[in-house]
């Protein structure tokens, strides 16, 4: 059986305070993917080329980001992802600030793998913590999904 990718996806401008903490995020996201043993794959939308050696000393395997945008980073990183893996092997596709749950996804991953799932999404506890307008945003995510899927889930994790 081989290893379950953990995808993400980055472009380290340093522009601001927020994107030199989201670069380093992702830093610490292939640190801790590679240290559970999982194969990780990063989409880059051109970061310095300092950056994305790091990315790979770290131990992601990095590809260039082929079309602008965010949705398109993360349909390339689950395609590259897909393309390492044999089928029926877990995918996950995270974002660079969820680095401390990385060492959670044994158990999501196991449940995909031992289930037979298609699909294995991890939710929220709690809306408590977030903006009302986000939390209120999520939650008409999670009404839109069940009532187009018939599946209660929360749609909008990240």
């Not at 749950?101 to 294995?120: A, H, M, Q, R």
């Not at 977030?130 to 187009?148: D, F, H, S, V």
Request: proline share 7%.
């Amino acid at each position: 059986m081989s290893k379950p990718v953990v995808t993400t996806t980055t472009f380290a401008t340093y522009n601001s305070h927020a994107e030199t903490v989201r670069a380093d995020c992702a830093l610490k996201t292939i640190e801790a993917a590679v240290t559970h043993d999982y194969i990780t794959v990063a989409i880059d939308g051109g970061s310095p080329v300092e950056y994305v050696e790091q990315m790979k000393q770290l131990g992601a395997q990095v590809f260039v980001q082929e079309l602008p945008g965010m949705g398109n980073a993360r349909r390339e990183a689950l395609r590259h992802a897909r393309d390492i893996v044999p089928t029926g092997q877990p995918i996950v596709w995270t974002e660079p600030e969820k680095y401390p749950l990385i060492p959670e996804l044994k158990l999501p991953i196991s449940t995909f793998t031992e289930g037979n799932y298609d699909l294995v999404m991890l939710r929220r506890t709690s809306l408590d913590s977030y903006p009302p307008e986000q939390a209120m945003a999520y939650r008409l995510i999670a009404l839109a999904t069940k009532y187009l899927t018939g599946i209660d889930s929360d749609f909008g994790w990240g």
